[in-house]
């Protein structure tokens, strides 16, 4: 990771709250009217994810070059996790300024995994 991040409340699909740390952009992803967001809480007491479990993701596409990447859904109730495939984005590209429009569009979407460890 480079640049700023944050340390996030990450709640599982069996409800209980753990310490993520994601960049800053993650945990402030959006789009340009502000209607996509992640629901999000800055972590304070929460013990640090378990070793073995995978976090949720959700995929974009940056409309300009085709390239693919993947963002940390916090919690299953974000719209960032239930808008649909094709929804508009602000993704800031490596080396460049914010992004001032939509430049992505969501994709596809990966759930919670867990591997006995």
Do not use: C
């Not at 919690?75 to 984005?89: M, Y």
């Amino acid at each position: 990771m480079s640049g700023a991040t944050q340390k996030a409340r990450y709640t599982s699909d069996d409800g209980t709250h753990y310490e993520v740390r994601l960049p800053l952009w993650e945990y402030n992803l959006t789009d340009s009217t502000a209607t996509v967001t992640q629901t999000k809480t800055a972590a304070t007491t929460e013990p640090a994810l378990p070793k073995g479990v995978r976090r949720r993701k959700r995929y974009y596409l940056i409309t300009a070059t085709g390239k693919r990447g993947a963002v940390t859904v916090l919690d299953v109730a974000s719209n960032l996790w239930t808008d649909p495939i094709g929804t508009a984005v602000e993704v800031p590209l490596f080396g460049a300024a914010a992004p001032g429009a939509d430049n992505a569009t969501l994709a596809g979407r990966t759930g919670e995994r867990t591997k006995a460890i």
